[in-house]
């Protein structure tokens, strides 16, 4: 799939859909469908941003452009994360294909699947996916951040009734159903075990039932849409979680225009690692009496230890605070409490630079 970039921020997609091949771009609220039959090239343009799109916005044309998941819970939690880092996700509508991202970028929303593409063509500066898609889609993009979010993994599965247990017991030959050929060919391929590949393009756990397939490499969060439909995991492909990415060819611009690219791009990287830091973090303050502050030290070591402030006629007390776990504070606050502490206070925190 090749694409150019033309003046005003003009991007023309060519592709030639036939058996096999990876679905077409699709824009987030196109009625066209996902996978069309075609006998030539199928173009479609995007630009220029963002009026092109029919949507009208005071966004300037040097705004770096996010490719975000336009629905499910990738959209929901990566707009969450933009939200939490003071980048406020701002469209016209529900159903609008751009936003302003707290006025500092550019959010064009777009099936998640067609993320790597957008972003290793040029079209999006950056984008948003699960890094299962990124990883089928075989592009040559970097990931600058795990965002923790979108938790699966990519799975093989077999029905519960036929005998197949493990990778060991699949037979040479064996047809496998997949949303995600390329990555179930290449671990196949690794362990050495002939199988033939059927691309589907979704509701791979019915495959075993209606004979299309024995086994499924499919999506797996808890395990339960499996069990209902009589399968039983044998084997994880990869683990995945939301991934922010950019093409190779960006962190290797050298322009200047292409060094400022890649330092907007590394203060969002910061802005919204800041926000996930935040999220495993308290904020402890407490009055703790002065003779127990070397055992103080112990229970909150904080960031480069903790900030030790006098209290105005405190007497033998003195203010303490300090960063914690979140995962430990319950023990935290306990500790403290044998020590002699007052007045504990506990919060959240909202972002935390490292």
């Known amino acids: 799939m090749r694409t150019t970039i033309t003046a005003p921020r003009v991007v023309a997609v060519c592709a030639r859909a036939n058996r096999g091949a990876a679905p077409p771009y ?28 029919g949507i009208h916005t005071t966004l300037s044309l040097d705004m770096l452009r996010i ?26 509508g529900d159903r609008a294909l751009t936003a302003s991202l707290g006025g500092e970028f550019e959010g064009l929303f777009v099936r998640a699947q067609d993320i790597p593409e957008f972003v290793a063509d040029g079209a999006a500066d950056a984008g948003i996916t699960g890094w299962d898609l990124i990883r089928e889609s075989a592009r040559a993009l970097e990931p600058l951040a795990d965002l923790e979010f979108g938790r699966c993994r990519l799975a093989v599965a077999a029905r519960e009734e036929s005998g197949v247990a493990s990778l060991e017991d699949i037979p040479a030959g064996m047809r496998v159903a997949t949303v995600f050929p390329r990555l179930a060919q290449q671990f196949f391929e690794e362990r050495g075990c002939p199988v033939e590949i059927v691309p589907v393009s979704g509701a791979a756990e019915i495959a075993p039932h209606i004979g299309i397939a024995d086994v499924i490499v499919d999506l797996v969060s808890t395990g339960s849409t499996l069990r209902v439909n009589g399968l039983r995991e044998i084997a994880t492909v990869l683990e995945s979680t939301a991934r922010l990415v950019v093409a190779r060819a960006t962190l290797q611009d050298g322009t200047p225009q292409g060094r400022a690219r890649v330092r907007s791009i590394e203060e969002l990287v910061a802005a919204l690692q800041s926000v996930l830091r935040a999220r495993e973090k308290r904020y402890v303050m407490a009055n703790v009496p002065r003779s127990a502050l070397e055992a103080v030290k112990g229970v909150l070591p904080g960031i480069n230890g903790p900030t030790v402030i006098d209290i105005l006629n405190g007497g033998t007390h003195v203010a303490v605070h300090a960063v914690a776990d979140a995962r430990t504070i319950y023990r935290t606050v306990a500790e403290l409490k044998a020590l002699g502490a007052e007045g504990i206070l506990v919060t959240r925190i909202e972002r935390l630079m490292a």
């Open 26 to 53: 699709q824009l987030a609220n196109s009625d066209a469908p996902a996978r069309p039959e075609l006998d030539g090239p199928a173009f479609f343009a995007l630009g220029p941003r963002p009026s092109a799109l």
């Open 67 to 92: 490719a975000i998941p336009n629905k499910g819970r990738l959209s929901e939690d990566a707009r969450e994360l933009f939200n939490d880092a003071g980048l406020e996700v701002r469209a016209r």
